[in-house]
């Protein structure tokens, strides 16, 4: 089981987007935990989809 933890994603204050990097690689886990420091839900929504 591959698990990715991120935090402090702070978008859109330092940054318009996550990286399509980032998102690529997550969409590789089976499991994505976000420990906390998220200011917009559409970060949520990113990651939920």
């Known amino acids: ?3 990715g933890v991120i935090s ?4 859109p204050i330092f940054a318009a987007q996550l ?4 998102l690529k690689k997550l969409d ?3 499991r994505v ?3 906390g ?4 839900y559409s970060v949520y929504r990113e990651l939920a989809s």
């Open 19 to 22: 990286p399509p990097k980032l």
């Open 28 to 30: 590789e886990c089976d």
């Open 33 to 35: 935990i976000h420990a």
């Open 37 to 40: 420091d998220f200011h917009a």
């Open 8 to 11: 402090d994603t702070h978008v």
């Open 1 to 3: 089981m591959k698990i």
